[in-house]
């Protein structure tokens, strides 16, 4: 049971994301297979269960997640550069490289720990004070 072992659900905050894809080109195709997520129903079902079974819930936002480095934290020093080139995800700063959705992945993971191990952030938003991480984190 994961409120026993004192596990939580971190998830990106995807609130906007139809509207902000829907304002790039793209074929009638892939925006009607975008519109067809069920973004909103996945979040409601998610913090219905999650707030029944006691367990922690982050939503942690979606900016720079898959631009910095899981290893070492880096972001590309410059605006506008990246270490993500498609599906391929190399560090400039440490040299890790590997899948660019699982990199992503791993920050969501590690800031939903940070939030969770700071009890005395309030549980409805938080300020994450590792480097530049100053955006809100949401916790259900």
């Known amino acids: ?25 793209r074929s009638r195709t892939e925006r009607r297979r975008t519109n067809s997520w069920a973004f909103d129903q996945l979040r409601i079902f998610v913090e219905y269960k999650s707030t029944i079974a006691g367990v922690p819930l982050v ?32 560090c400039g700063h440490c040299g890790f490289e590997g899948d660019a959705d699982q990199n992503a992945a791993q920050i969501i993971s590690l800031l939903g720990v940070v939030v969770v191990n700071q009890p005395e952030i309030p549980k409805l938003s938080c300020s994450i004070a590792v480097e530049d991480w100053d955006k809100a984190c949401t916790v259900a």
């Open 59 to 90: 939503w942690v936002p979606p900016a720079y997640r898959s631009q910095r480095c899981h290893k070492c934290l880096h972001i590309p020093p410059e605006e506008g550069q990246s270490y993500r080139n498609g599906k391929v995800f190399k």
């Open 1 to 25: 049971d994961a409120r026993n072992i004192g596990a939580a659900l971190a998830f990106e905050n995807l609130t906007g994301i139809r509207e902000s894809l829907n304002k790039k080109r």
